[in-house]
Nanobody, 123 residues
Framework: HVQLVESGGGSVQAGGSLRLSCAAS????????MGWFRQASGKEREWVGS???????NYADSVKDRFTISRDNDKPTLYLQMENLKSEDSDMYYC??????????????????WGLGTQVTVS
């Protein structure tokens, strides 16, 4: 069965860096659209960025030029490298996957599979 497991979260000072990992199993990641979302308690889930099955990557304006998505197809694992972190980046970060996202790469409703999340705290 499909499983996504995030790791790499933690506490960091503003301006610091973290790399989140999403270990995927039960499906061929190169055939799927995969993305990162984040959500603070009591707030709506916010799209961070996505990597579609054609290898195209899109980012939210709030993280563009600071965050980088990559994928290791051999492991297979999706990564989110976060640089120059700000306090407003503090959230629970979730990895998600779906077979086809088309142009809806930022819509959480089209993503079928979700991990349990990893907490990022920036102070």
């Amino acid at each position: 069965h499909v499983q996504l497991v995030e790791s790499g979260g933690g506490s960091v000072q503003a301006g610091g860096s973290l790399r989140l990992s999403c270990a995927a199993s039960g499906f061929i990641t190169t055939n799927y659209c995969m993305g990162w979302f984040r959500q603070a308690s009591g707030k709506e889930r916010e799209w961070v960025g996505s990597l579609d099955s054609d290898g195209r990557i899109n980012y939210a304006d709030s993280v563009k030029d600071r965050f980088t998505i990559s994928r290791d197809n051999d492991k297979p694992t999706l990564y989110l490298q976060m640089e120059n972190l700000k306090s407003e980046d503090s959230d629970m970060y979730y990895c998600a996957a779906t077979y086809a996202c088309g142009s809806s790469w930022s819509d959480s409703r089209v993503f079928t599979y979700w991990g349990l999340g990893t907490q990022v705290t920036v102070s």
